[in-house]
């Protein structure tokens, strides 16, 4: 029965992961991988995730399901830190509701299965380029996929082609925008460009999915939930999937959320009702202790306040680290070449390397990152940032 089956190429940064460790260069440096690392290169377990993790040990009392929506007391924690813990008019309307789904890309799915289900021929448009594995969610659930411009030839932020390709897009049809900290370019939207984002999505009746995986690595936690709220307080509906698996550190335990935003509280719940049935089909109950995990902190103040220091540590390192490559890159002429980084957020650069420099860095320097010239910069550390610049210097 399975000897039709054919083989197909296996996911390019697990094999760039393969690669890395077969690697014998001493100075060799990944930054490829998605994952924060500090500045020994590791991923480290956050502190109050520790203590998180010994209070739940020490009180738990039951390993039974927690429901096709999860625990109602990660909602009761996720819902205020995406859409405003004081005075959100969306929350006091009760028009959000909160579904926890095995991480961001869990969250995608449902998204994805939702519209498919319930708004039939509608397609779905997305930045060019995106996370990858958009592509691959989105097809998957039989929805058509488009793209919109995000980035021109000199590897800058399209505003005005992206502005004029969305006052395009079909009325009804749905539109993946980054919160923020880009993936993979790392160029976000300022507050007057998603403004005028918010004025052609209401005008041409478009149905916003906001994709918010790294929240609190951008400008801060609250600042960083502009875009989101903007759309939210101002449309009738949006679509939202977070992720606390990055700003937790909590990559295995794959904890995300779907936030349905509906007209009313009544249609809220018409909606919550379908994505249950979505959420039933696809893994039934969503795993529980990363959500357990989040909501011990953040029902906490005392470990609450331990997180968002920790959580501003690591976005302080990375935007340091970013305007470091760049001066590292100054006695070699091209720090005005590469001025972007220093500019973009997040854990991800669209360095503007192009693919033949990406091979070098790899083959030449054991400098391993997407062919796209998509860089984790958290891989950069105050180490190698002189060994990296002599080998960009090399290439260019």
Known sequence: MFEHIERVPGDAILGLIEAFKKDTNPQKVDLGVGVYKDAQGNTPVMRAVKEAEALLLKNETTKTYIGSHGDPRYAEVVLPMVLGQQGSAVLEAKRASATQAPGGTGALRLAADFISAQLPGKGIWVSDPTWPNHHGIFTAAGIKLNKYPYVDAENRLDFSGMLAAVQQIPAGDVIVLHACCHNPTGFDLDRDQWQQILEVVRERNLLPLIDFAYQGFGEGLEE??????????????????????????????????????????????????????????????????????????????????????????????????????????????????????????????????????????????????????????????HENLPYLAKAIAAVN
């Open 224 to 381: 960083d939930a502009y875009g989101v709220r903007l759309m939210a307080e101002n449309l009738d509906e949006v679509i939202i999937t977070s992720s606390c698996s990055k700003n937790f550190g909590i990559y295995c335990e794959r904890t995300g959320c779907l936030i349905m935003v509906a007209k009313n509280q009544e249609q809220m719940e018409n909606v919550r009702s379908q994505v249950a049935i979505v959420a039933r089909e696809n893994y039934s109950n969503p795993p529980a202790h990363g959500g357990a995990i989040v909501s011990e902190i953040l029902h906490s103040a005392e470990l609450a306040a331990i997180w968002r220091e920790e959580l501003t540590e690591m976005r302080d390192r990375i935007n340091t680290l970013r305007r470091d490559f760049v001066a590292a890159l100054k006695p070699y002429g091209l720090d005005a070449k590469y001025a972007c980084v220093a500019e973009q957020r997040g854990m991800f650069s669209y360095t503007g390397l192009e693919p033949q420099q990406v091979d070098r860095l790899r083959d030449e320097f054991g400098i391993y990152m997407v062919r796209s010239g998509r860089a984790n910069v958290a891989g950069f550390s």
